[in-house]
T-cell receptor
Framework: GENVEQHPSTLSVQEGDSAVIKCTYS??????FPWYKQELGKRPQLIID?????GEKKDQRIAVTLNKTAKHFSLHITETQPEDSAVYFC?????????FGKGTRLSVIA | AAGVIQSPRHLIKEKRETATLKCYPI?????VYWYQQGPGQDPQFLISFYEKMQSDKGSIPDRFSAQQFSDYHSELNMSSLELGDSALYFC??????????????FGPGTRLLVL
């Protein structure tokens, strides 16, 4: 089955700096890659997603890039703010169930 | 906009008891997923339903069962509860097809504590 690895597990950045989280997946048939943000005790919330027919997608301060050949995708957050502090999960999907990475705890230091 | 509804939000049970978690998907969503998330862990897929039929099965224990009803709500039944079942249980829903319809939206979760 699909396996998703996510790095780093923790990330601290100064407010205003950029943050990059990277994920790799194992199954080349995966075609959908969402990113979720989860605050403590709350639901995962979709922040951006990308499909395998697209190499990059941007939404304001958030961008995702996908390299199908290398089977990796990355989340880029620019101009980080304290409210960006949370756990971020990448995921990959072939058919219906999502396979999640282990998560990255992002801390934005004011 | 309407979101996924889960009930109860919190549940405390003793070992060997049973529990039933309910999920009401976003209107017009026909697919429901159940995930289990332990403390500090990523969500683990348990089971999913499409049009009231089981569509995929993940790491759901044999002690658990689930179904989707004619109104598309779903229930996760958990029997012979163990301490290790203590976790956040999320339900997510999506439509079918490609594009925005396939996006999974998560409910607020049910926090289950087994004592």
């Amino acid at each position: 089955g699909e396996n998703v690895e996510q790095h780093p597990s923790t990330l601290s950045v100064q407010e205003g700096d950029s943050a990059v989280i990277k994920c790799t997946y194992s199954d080349s048939a995966s075609n959908y890659f969402p990113w979720y943000k989860q605050e403590l005790g709350k639901r995962p919330q979709l922040i951006i997603d990308i499909r395998s027919n697209v190499g990059e997608k941007k939404d304001q301060r958030i961008a995702v890039t996908l390299n199908k050949t290398a089977k990796h995708f990355s989340l880029h957050i620019t101009e980080t703010q304290p409210e960006d502090s949370a756990v971020y999960f990448c995921a990959a999907r072939i058919n219906t169930p999502l396979v999640f990475g282990k998560g990255t705890r992002l801390s934005v230091i004011a | 906009a309407a979101g996924v509804i889960q009930s109860p939000r919190h549940l405390i049970k003793e070992k060997r008891e049973t529990a039933t978690l309910k999920c009401y998907p976003i209107p017009r969503h026909d697919t429901v997923y159940w995930y289990q998330q332990g403390p500090g862990q990523d969500p683990q897929f348990l089971i999913s339903f499409y049009e009231k039929m089981q569509s995929d099965k993940g790491s759901i224990p044999d002690r658990f069962s689930a179904q989707q009803f004619s109104d598309y709500h779903s229930e996760l039944n958990m029997s012979s509860l163990e301490l290790g079942d203590s976790a956040l249980y999320f339900c997510a829903s999506s439509g079918t097809g490609q594009g925005e319809e396939e996006t999974q939206y998560f409910g607020p979760g049910t926090r289950l504590l087994v004592l």
